[in-house]
């Protein structure tokens, strides 16, 4: 043992005739020996290698591949293999091991081609020919469905056996295809690469999507397998979806043209959405997901892309008319997925906003109603804003810039209206309106007041109402109140059952006091309350009804304690009153909803010769009755006196400019100084206003005239 050489072990033998190998001659024995200088002790098992290499039996490769062609035969004809696939598995294994993988590989190749190509044949038999309607393309489809199903589950009962082959030989060569993948080729070049079949393949896929375009009930589950199928063999892009897209980019070009004749805007868009939904869900069925943005795009240009503006044009202003909020909401999501959609939908409602407010704004016969009319159009544009545009914000700029471009289309105007707005709710106090409601409507007047060009800052009387809105509970916190109760609990009230309240100067009404002529009933109370009763006074009368009333009011019906009925002249002469003032006052007793007086002819205006009686027939549902003076109507000239005070208001802020310009340009013409006095001033403004004001600034040292020029300016630092 000592002079043999240990060879290296080999655990693989060969028992029998396995896979036709025959058993080795002789095994190599095992030699025993004993240690030396003992007797037994333990033995040492030595296994030597196979003195000779195994080799094949003659006609082992032919005969092997003779039973593995059989089994290729057996699964491409689906009838049983007489095979065990363990012993076929083990068979391509052995000839693998011996440097047959080459010659192995190309055998199977070649045995599947045959098969592939003949399966052709079956595709142009008279029946596939000429496919005259839907119903033979069902047909053809179906038969190249099925040969492709089968060949899918043929190549993996081919790939299981040789699949010892499939990951060595194949696996070390990257130039070879694996089984799977030649099977794949071979079925492209072979089948789907004909001209014919895949004309008819791709033809009758697409008609099958138009008929369920079209409403129609179509097999998914055959589109899913044929376009899976192209997919697979990676002529998917080329062979269907090119022409798929040129389809589809033609029938919605046709049907958008159409529909937009004949539908409305809102059943337009219920359309859009709904094909968008459908091209999505067909995405998810059967089409590759690669297909699904172009697909989108195509459906969005088509539809919604290519007729913005019709759609903006025929339904917006319609939609925003009738406040149609699910329809606005639905119009915004669609033109947002589109390029330019969203910007031709800003423009379109900036010029809604502009036409609609101008003619608010403009028209004189709706002044009445304009402050009301434009806070309700604000109310409503911003729900839009909110629950349709998603509070957007370019939406919102934009609504802010077209209200302002179309409020101060009419200068002075609505600022005056406002006013007057305002003056009118706070007079109602809590009989219209809440607290918090009054606080609301404050709120949004000063929304719109900041849209008028240099009015950015509430007036004096705006921020007075904000300020000193009384309520019922602070008024017993007045100390003139407690004052004037006082003085009358000290008082003799006489015959006349009278209530005083005197407020402080910051609350008198602002109508200019007159003098008129008291009762002495009324002088005494009068003088007891140190003439603080000159412009109100709340005068409860005795009997059924409560009154309380003005001034005026108390001294025009205390005339009827004496007489039954006075003409105008006889009420004027004998009360003092001032002609317009005393006019509202009749017109409050004898033309409102509480007529105390009757007047005689009847009408709605005081003339000179009307007459007056009392109603010895009033009736009324309370007790205590509020009689509300008519509200005077501006004169022309107290018109222009309010633009006059909107024009000093407004001189500071040209001042301002004519100072910023100058200190700028440092030297500036007056032609040139004006016109950039326009460009900067929003708010409309005289020629002959802005040489006053250019004028009291060269006075007050901030600017000169130039010694040489008296049209140019110079900057005084």
Wanted: hydrophobic share 35%; charged share 25%; net charge neutral.
């Amino acid at each position: 043992m000592a002079d043999e050489t240990p060879r290296k072990g080999s655990f693989s033998a060969l028992v029998g005739h396995t896979n036709g190998l025959t058993k080795p001659a002789s095994l190599a024995a095992a030699a025993v020996t004993s240690k030396p200088g003992g007797s037994g002790g333990s033995k040492k098992l030595v296994i030597k290698n196979f003195r000779d290499r195994p080799k094949l039996p003659d006609n082992y490769t032919q005969d092997t591949w003779h039973k593995l062609h059989e089994a290729v035969k057996a699964i491409q004809s689906s009838t049983s293999i007489r095979y065990n696939l363990e012993e076929l598995y083990q068979a391509v294994e052995n000839l693998c091991s011996h440097k047959v993988a080459p010659t192995l590989y190309q055998q199977l190749r070649e045995a599947c081609e045959s098969h592939v190509q003949a399966q052709i044949l079956q595709f142009r038999e008279y029946p596939f020919l000429v496919c005259t309607d839907s119903l033979d393309s069902v047909f053809f489809l179906k038969k190249i469905n099925t040969c492709w199903q089968d060949h899918c589950r043929q190549m993996i009962m081919v790939r299981s056996i040789f699949l010892f082959l499939d990951r060595t030989y194949v696996l070390q060569n990257s130039l070879l295809p694996s089984i799977w993948d030649m099977g794949l080729e071979l079925f492209r070049s072979h089948v789907i690469s004909d001209r014919m079949v895949q004309t008819k393949t791709i033809d009758g896929i697409l008609l099958l999507i138009a008929r369920e375009r079209s409403g129609e009930a179509v097999d998914r589950s055959l589109l899913r397998g044929l376009l899976g199928m192209l997919s697979d063999l990676q002529v998917y892009k080329d062979s269907f979806e090119l022409k798929f897209l040129e389809e589809t980019n033609c029938l919605y070009a046709a049907e958008g043209q159409r529909l937009m004749q004949e539908r409305e805007v809102p059943e337009y868009l219920n359309h859009v959405s709904k094909r968008l939904e459908e091209e999505g869900d067909r995405v998810i069925t059967y089409l590759d997901h690669s297909t699904q943005k172009p697909l989108i795009a195509c459906v969005e240009k088509q539809l919604l892309g290519e007729h913005l503006t019709a759609i903006l044009q025929k339904g917006l202003d319609h939609l925003l008319d009738e406040n149609r909020v699910p329809d606005l909401t639905q119009m915004y999501q669609l033109f947002s997925r589109v390029r330019g959609g969203q910007q031709a939908l800003l423009q379109h409602w900036s010029e809604y906003i502009k036409t609609f407010g101008t003619t608010i704004v403009i028209n004189p016969e709706k002044d009445k109603d304009m402050v009301q009319d434009l806070l309700d159009f604000k109310d409503r544009v911003d729900h839009v804003i909110d629950v349709c545009f998603q509070r957007n914000e370019k939406f919102i700029n934009l609504m802010k810039e077209s209200f302002e471009a179309f409020i101060n289309k009419r200068p002075n105007k609505p600022a005056e209206l406002i006013a007057k707005h305002v003056d009118s709710k706070l007079r109602a106090g809590n009989k219209e309106a809440t607290d918090e409601e009054l606080e609301r409507i404050l709120d949004k007047v000063m929304i719109i007041f900041r849209f008028i060009h240099g009015e950015k800052s509430p007036p004096r009387p705006l921020l007075w109402a904000r300020r000193n809105t009384l309520r019922p509970d602070a008024q017993s916190s007045c100390p003139d109140l407690l004052c004037s109760q006082y003085m009358q609990n000290q008082s003799d009230p006489g015959s006349i059952d009278l209530t005083v309240n005197i407020l402080t100067m910051g609350y008198w009404p602002t109508y200019t006091p007159m003098d008129v002529h008291l009762t002495p009933e009324v002088s005494v109370l009068s003088a007891t309350a140190r003439t603080r009763l000159t412009g109100g006074a709340s005068a409860l009368l005795q009997g059924k009804k409560e009154f309380q009333v003005s001034l005026f009011q108390t001294l025009v019906l205390l005339m009827f304690n004496e007489g039954d009925g006075f003409g105008f002249e006889e009420i004027k002469a004998a009360t003092g009153i001032e002609d317009s003032e005393l006019r509202r006052t009749l017109q409050s007793l004898a033309c409102g909803k509480a007529r105390v007086l009757i007047k005689s002819p009847k009408g709605k205006e005081v003339e000179d010769g009307d007459k007056f009686f009392f109603n010895g027939d009033f009736k009324h549902k309370l007790f205590r009755i509020k009689i509300n003076q008519i509200q005077m109507k501006e004169t022309v000239e107290e018109q222009v006196s309010t633009t006059e005070r909107v024009f000093q208001d407004r001189q500071y802020q040209i001042d301002a400019a004519i100072v910023r310009i100058m200190k700028m340009r440092k030297t500036l013409g007056h032609n040139l100084l004006v016109s950039e006095l326009y460009n900067q001033l929003k708010f409309p403004v005289k020629p002959g206003d802005l040489k006053k004001r250019i004028e009291s600034l060269i006075d007050r040292d901030y600017m000169e005239r130039d010694k040489d020029s008296p049209n140019q300016y110079h900057y005084v630092a």
